[in-house]
């Protein structure tokens, strides 16, 4: 019993060190909240080991105590057991219902403690930052990639990207969550907790990056196929550089210079691809896919499935279902030349 | 009590193979070939374009090629209570998950706004009996694939033709010409008309709204 208590120990430490990489873990937190949720994690962690061990320990008291009681027979047959003792020691009966009753209250004291705790904790989290100045975002989940919209007290501000939020450090950042389809979850354990993204009812969350750093997010809810390579990347740049990214941001695509981009900006708008993708100054709209405005901005294509490299955007273009079956872009069927128009036009989209 | 434990198991014996056998109505398959992908070529497209004058039903007749798929039954002869079967066999018609996706994809490419869920708006219905441009799957790939005179756009190029094929089967299904176990759920948005797998079949009639313009 011992030696599996220890194994499993062993084997979540040894769990936790392999799947903690620095920016995706709980493990390093660098925010308040994500400070708050690892401090919550550190007083159970603590609590919880002592008790493990004060119950091993005790257990193996006991077992040893047995042992003594029955040893004086070694190598011969086990004799008969004696009649049962109807007749108990009441002081032995007395000491030990009052052990029993210490360890009772001692439970319970430890639960409503860590119960405190965690309650603590919960409104620590909630509590809207009163620092000015606050980032508002609106996160949309699809199946399987993130919408992502700035929102701005001026309309032409506005703007909507995919797959990686932008943020400045230390400056808080409000994300309302919603979902186009079915539940998602938003979490991106570096800076806050969890939060589920209802269809038809927005929810909302808070946190600060106090470093600079790209931090790893992940749907946390179960939504389909492609559940598992529904990747999203915070990246928390000093706040010079981030207002550089915002105003780059807000701007609409370049139009095409090139003869041959602009034959594949031709091939984007009287193909499919407007039926789903936007491009900011372009009659392009479509809804249902990430805008495109910027793509070639970002790190990573379709939720972080691929890199961002002109190789990874072809074959992705030509054959998502390869690379993300199910995903909701279908194959396109392009022909060599108009596949390498589409792709010197999305090189201008920066 | 023997006897009593043999039934279970009969039971199981029989509905296993059953539920092996329905799971085929929900296969997916990601990287498809469309069914009937030739089609595009097969099918006779109307030589009506926008901007031409609606003709009437008989003017119509007689401007479509002989045997082409959406001439209409000569006038006088009452339409046949069930479409003859099409040019084509629309896979997609057996299989729930894509009759699933067409009903998606006719949100997400806005057929909705024109339609709306099946009850018309600047379109007409398409969830009742009356077609004009005929109910058969490869006449409604034409539809959608060219676009039809009075202010049906065409998606040609636009939507991929398997993508069409499961739209296709969506829209049969609003009429009730899909198989129950196949056609769509209501889903969880405001309730306008019953949901496609609770649709009684509506035997397709062809419009007279064409003689009458
Ligand atoms: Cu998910």
Redesign the pocket.
């Given at each position: 019993m011992i030696g599996g208590g220890v194994v499993t120990s062993l084997f979540n430490s040894a769990v936790l060190a392999a799947i903690s990489t620095d920016n995706h873990t709980a493990l390093a937190p660098t925010g308040p909240q994500a400070q708050h949720i690892f401090n919550d994690y550190k007083a159970f962690y603590t609590v919880c080991i002592i008790v493990y061990v004060l119950t091993v320990a005790i257990a193996l008291i006991a077992s040893r105590r047995h042992r003594q009681d029955t040893d004086g027979h070694k190598g011969e047959a086990h004799p008969p057991l004696p009649p049962p003792q109807l007749q108990l020691d009441p002081t032995r009966e007395a000491k030990m219902t009052f052990w029993v009753n210490v360890c009772i209250a001692a439970t319970v004291l430890i639960l409503f403690g860590l119960l405190f705790v965690d309650f603590s904790t919960a409104r620590a989290i909630h509590q809207f930052s009163s620092k000015p100045g606050a980032v508002n975002i609106v996160v949309t989940?699809h199946q399987?990639w993130w919408e992502v919209r700035y929102d701005d007290e001026h309309p032409q501000n506005v703007f909507t990207t995919a797959n990686e939020i932008h943020v400045p450090t230390g400056r808080p950042v409000k994300i309302v969550l919603q979902a186009a389809d079915v539940i998602?979850?938003f979490w991106v354990p570096n800076l806050t907790g969890k939060k589920d993204m209802i269809p038809n009812h927005s929810t909302e969350l808070w946190f600060q990056a106090d470093k600079p750093g790209i931090y790893w997010g992940q749907?946390?809810?179960?939504?389909?196929f492609e559940?598992a390579k529904?990747r999203l990347f915070v990246i928390a740049d000093p706040p010079e550089v981030f207002d550089g990214w915002l105003n780059a941001a807000r701007t609409p695509s370049r139009p095409p210079l090139e003869q041959i981009q602009k034959q594949g900006q031709q091939v984007f708008m009287l193909k499919q691809c407007s039926m789903c993708h936007t491009i900011g100054g372009t009659p392009a709209g479509g809804r249902v896919g990430p805008d495109l405005t910027h793509v070639m901005n970002r790190y990573t294509l379709a939720a972080g499935a691929i890199r961002n490299t002109p190789g990874q955007l072809a074959g992705w273009i030509l054959d998502p279902q390869v690379i993300k079956p199910g995903c909701r872009m279908p194959q396109n069927n392009l022909s060599p030349h108009d596949l390498q128009a589409l792709l010197e036009y999305l090189r201008t989209l920066q | 009590m023997k006897r009593l434990n043999r039934f279970p198991l009969a039971a199981l014996a029989i509905a296993m193979p059953l539920a092996v056998w329905s799971c085929k109505r929900e296969e997916r398959s990601f990287r498809v070939q469309p069914p009937a992908a030739d089609t595009t070529d097969k099918v006779i497209v109307s030589k009506l374009r926008a901007g031409q004058m609606m003709a009437t039903t008989t003017q119509r007749a007689a401007t479509e090629p002989s045997g082409g798929p959406i001439a209409p039954p000569p006038p006088g002869i009452a339409p046949a209570s069930k479409p003859s079967a099409g040019l084509v066999h629309n896979g997609y018609e057996e299989n729930a998950y894509a009759v699933g996706e067409g009903n998606r994809l006719y949100l997400a490419y806005n057929c909705v706004g024109c339609h709306f869920h099946g009850g018309g708006g600047i379109g007409p219905p398409l969830m009742d009996d009356t077609w004009i441009y005929g109910s058969n799957p490869e006449q409604i790939f034409a539809t959608i694939v060219e676009g039809r005179p009075n202010g049906m756009p065409s998606f040609r190029g636009k939507i991929v033709d398997y993508q069409v094929w499961q739209i296709v089967a969506y829209v049969r299904s609003m009429s009730g010409m899909l198989s129950k176990d196949v056609a769509p759920g209501r889903d969880d948005h405001m309730a306008g008309a019953p949901p496609p797998n609770s649709m009684r079949y509506q035997p397709p009639q062809w419009s007279t709204v064409g003689t009458i313009r």
């Amino acid at each position: 019993m011992i030696g599996g208590g220890v194994v499993t120990s062993l084997f979540n430490s040894a769990v936790l060190a392999a799947i903690s990489t620095d920016n995706h873990t709980a493990l390093a937190p660098t925010g308040p909240q994500a400070q708050h949720i690892f401090n919550d994690y550190k007083a159970f962690y603590t609590v919880c080991i002592i008790v493990y061990v004060l119950t091993v320990a005790i257990a193996l008291i006991a077992s040893r105590r047995h042992r003594q009681d029955t040893d004086g027979h070694k190598g011969e047959a086990h004799p008969p057991l004696p009649p049962p003792q109807l007749q108990l020691d009441p002081t032995r009966e007395a000491k030990m219902t009052f052990w029993v009753n210490v360890c009772i209250a001692a439970t319970v004291l430890i639960l409503f403690g860590l119960l405190f705790v965690d309650f603590s904790t919960a409104r620590a989290i909630h509590q809207f930052s009163s620092k000015p100045g606050a980032v508002n975002i609106v996160v949309t989940g699809h199946q399987w990639w993130w919408e992502v919209r700035y929102d701005d007290e001026h309309p032409q501000n506005v703007f909507t990207t995919a797959n990686e939020i932008h943020v400045p450090t230390g400056r808080p950042v409000k994300i309302v969550l919603q979902a186009a389809d079915v539940i998602h979850s938003f979490w991106v354990p570096n800076l806050t907790g969890k939060k589920d993204m209802i269809p038809n009812h927005s929810t909302e969350l808070w946190f600060q990056a106090d470093k600079p750093g790209i931090y790893w997010g992940q749907c946390a809810e179960f939504c389909g196929f492609e559940h598992a390579k529904m990747r999203l990347f915070v990246i928390a740049d000093p706040p010079e550089v981030f207002d550089g990214w915002l105003n780059a941001a807000r701007t609409p695509s370049r139009p095409p210079l090139e003869q041959i981009q602009k034959q594949g900006q031709q091939v984007f708008m009287l193909k499919q691809c407007s039926m789903c993708h936007t491009i900011g100054g372009t009659p392009a709209g479509g809804r249902v896919g990430p805008d495109l405005t910027h793509v070639m901005n970002r790190y990573t294509l379709a939720a972080g499935a691929i890199r961002n490299t002109p190789g990874q955007l072809a074959g992705w273009i030509l054959d998502p279902q390869v690379i993300k079956p199910g995903c909701r872009m279908p194959q396109n069927n392009l022909s060599p030349h108009d596949l390498q128009a589409l792709l010197e036009y999305l090189r201008t989209l920066q | 009590m023997k006897r009593l434990n043999r039934f279970p198991l009969a039971a199981l014996a029989i509905a296993m193979p059953l539920a092996v056998w329905s799971c085929k109505r929900e296969e997916r398959s990601f990287r498809v070939q469309p069914p009937a992908a030739d089609t595009t070529d097969k099918v006779i497209v109307s030589k009506l374009r926008a901007g031409q004058m609606m003709a009437t039903t008989t003017q119509r007749a007689a401007t479509e090629p002989s045997g082409g798929p959406i001439a209409p039954p000569p006038p006088g002869i009452a339409p046949a209570s069930k479409p003859s079967a099409g040019l084509v066999h629309n896979g997609y018609e057996e299989n729930a998950y894509a009759v699933g996706e067409g009903n998606r994809l006719y949100l997400a490419y806005n057929c909705v706004g024109c339609h709306f869920h099946g009850g018309g708006g600047i379109g007409p219905p398409l969830m009742d009996d009356t077609w004009i441009y005929g109910s058969n799957p490869e006449q409604i790939f034409a539809t959608i694939v060219e676009g039809r005179p009075n202010g049906m756009p065409s998606f040609r190029g636009k939507i991929v033709d398997y993508q069409v094929w499961q739209i296709v089967a969506y829209v049969r299904s609003m009429s009730g010409m899909l198989s129950k176990d196949v056609a769509p759920g209501r889903d969880d948005h405001m309730a306008g008309a019953p949901p496609p797998n609770s649709m009684r079949y509506q035997p397709p009639q062809w419009s007279t709204v064409g003689t009458i313009r």
